[in-house]
């Protein structure tokens, strides 16, 4: 991916810097080699990105080229919109108390350059609101308020002659280093035809992929050509550099990974986990809503609120099971036994959301797992509940769950109408990568759940594919690559 840093005029990056072109405003909004160059990552470090000026074209005119500018006209605009500052400055009140709490005076500001700042100890909020605000040099201006602490007041970008001449050295090599990206300045042997970023969390101790299956996936990547890099959230502010980002993080819809997918979306990614497939399969008052109107079976179900407890015991009987909307995992599932249990129970819950999903109990031995991707079947699992257990998972006091045995076996050897459901469940959210919960009573199948971030571990669900499997999940973010880079050609 070609580097351009662009200014009004070149003097005002007055530094050599490797991996990078330096070129003025105006050589690119009027050469026509600019218009024709493909994939470039442009640096907009223009004097003013005001309305219709020199440095706005150059981030507008960028986006229609196909170019990714830093700042966007998006991110612009951001800066400029105060409820989003004050929206940022909720998010990381926590890091901004004890990032600043040695200050003594009452107005502070920092300087941010290409997501670090000159004192080490300010790099963690510097990166974090980097990624907020995807622009390459900022100021970001804190005031003391009277009782609640350091607030985030203002976010300004910096143009290029505005560095001090004494920060420059530390400005050229902070360059340098984010422009060495996801390569850390080491040159590849080979060029990739595309790049992938996979979001994971180091520090999960339930993740949906193991360390080897992590490892296998990157290697399926290598084999077709897509250079894949395991990302943390400290990369938000580098999405821009790939072409697709493959979430095996557990999702939630008011955290990062809901933002990491959102951004990637509106960058032009591939993604899976893709934004609507989170929203949909992480609140289970909304599956409920969308598998009853299709009329897909379920165990009896009921939207529970403040106004119908009361129907409750009656429709569904004891006992019977509770979930929070954005339960994962098994936790925020319980069973309650008696009406006495179900009271306190929905008063946890209803503590924390005004809508609880309600099931009748189906007692089985196991649960099947349907792997879909791309609308297709995938992998199929018998998930033996755990010893002494009502579910899969049983979890000890510390939160690690100790699991029941499973089963893979061939899709083909799975019952049919267990994958047919699943796929007509799955397919009311997306073409992604599902995996569909079902029960196995008296004959029938039911849904109990669509996941979109299903687990994918090493000797488990790929014990009957084995490496086929991740080379088939490879393959379909290779082919929706190549149609949407076909479509922008």
């Known amino acids: 991916m070609s580097v351009l840093i662009v200014t009004n005029v070149v003097k005002d990056w007055p530094a050599e810097t490797t991996n990078a072109d330096v070129v003025d405003a105006r050589t690119y909004l009027t050469d026509p080699k600019y218009n024709e160059l493909r994939g470039a990552k442009v640096f907009n470090l223009c004097r003013s990105y005001r309305y219709q000026s020199t440095g706005y074209y150059v981030s507008l005119l960028a986006e229609a080229r196909g170019h990714k500018p830093l700042p966007s006209v998006s991110t612009v605009q951001d800066l400029k919109t105060q409820a989003i500052v004050r929206m940022v400055s909720d998010d990381l009140d926590a890091l901004v108390q004890k990032s600043l709490a040695p200050i003594?005076?009452?107005?502070?500001?920092?300087?941010?350059?290409?997501?670090?700042?000159?004192?080490?100890?300010?790099?963690?909020?510097?990166?974090?609101?980097?990624?907020?605000?995807?622009?390459?040099?900022?100021?970001?201006?804190?005031?003391?308020?009277?009782?609640?602490?350091?607030?985030?007041?203002?976010?300004?970008?910096?143009?290029?002659?505005?560095?001090?001449?004494?920060?420059?050295?530390?400005?050229?090599?902070?360059?340098?280093?984010?422009?060495?990206?996801?390569?850390?300045?080491?040159k590849k042997k080979t060029r990739a035809r595309f790049d992938m970023a996979v979001l994971y969390n180091p520090d999960d101790p339930e993740p949906p992929s193991d360390d080897k299956a992590l490892k296998k996936f990157l290697k399926a990547a290598s084999s077709m050509g897509i250079s894949a890099e395991l990302v943390t959230r400290d990369d938000y502010g580098r999405l821009a550099e790939f072409d697709a980002l493959f979430i095996r993080d557990t999702t939630f819809v008011d955290q990062y990974t809901y933002r990491f997918s959102q951004r990637a979306a509106s960058e032009g990614l591939v993604v899976i986990d893709d934004p609507q497939s989170i929203v949909r399969c992480t609140n289970k008052v909304y599956l409920a809503e969308l598998l009853a109107r299709h009329k897909v079976l379920t165990p009896k179900t009921l939207v529970v609120h403040r106004d119908n407890v009361q129907d409750l015991a009656e429709t569904l009987g004891f006992p019977c099971v509770l979930k929070k909307p954005d339960s994962s995992f098994s936790q925020g599932v319980v069973k309650v036994k008696d009406e006495q249990e179900l009271q306190a129970r929905l008063a946890e819950f209803f503590a924390d959301s005004d809508l609880v999903v309600a099931q009748e109990f189906l007692p089985t031995t196991f649960d099947w797992r349907i792997g879909i991707i791309d609308r297709q079947p995938l992998y199929a699992c018998k998930y033996y509940m755990a010893q002494g257990h009502w579910q899969i998972i049983r979890q000890d006091r510390v939160g690690r769950g100790r699991y029941g045995k499973s089963e893979t076996l061939p899709v083909e050897t799975a019952p049919r109408r267990a994958v047919q459901l699943a796929l007509k469940a799955a397919n009311l959210i997306g073409d992604g990568l599902y995996?569909?919960?079902?029960?196995?009573?008296?004959?029938?199948?039911?849904?109990?759940?669509?996941?979109?971030?299903?687990?994918?571990?090493?000797?488990?669900?790929?014990?009957?594919?084995?490496?086929?499997?991740?080379?088939?999940?490879?393959?379909?973010?290779?082919?929706?690559?190549?149609?949407?880079?076909?479509?922008l050609a």
């Not at 001449?165 to 080491?186: D, I, K, L, Q, T």
């Open 104 to 186: 003594k005076s009452d107005k502070f500001t920092l300087s941010i350059y290409f997501g670090r700042n000159l004192a080490k100890r300010y790099n963690r909020l510097a990166l974090s609101l980097f990624n907020q605000f995807q622009s390459p040099l900022l100021r970001a201006h804190f005031v003391r308020g009277s009782g609640n602490g350091w607030q985030l007041r203002r976010v300004s970008t910096i143009s290029a002659n505005e560095v001090p001449a004494s920060h420059w050295p530390f400005v050229v090599e902070a360059a340098a280093e984010h422009f060495a990206g996801r390569y850390n300045g080491s």
């Open 435 to 487: 995996g569909v919960d079902i029960k196995e009573s008296n004959g029938k199948f039911y849904v109990i759940e669509v996941n979109d971030n299903p687990n994918i571990d090493s000797k488990y669900e790929d014990a009957v594919l084995k490496d086929e499997l991740y080379r088939r999940i490879m393959d379909v973010f290779l082919k929706r690559v190549e149609r949407r880079k076909a479509g």
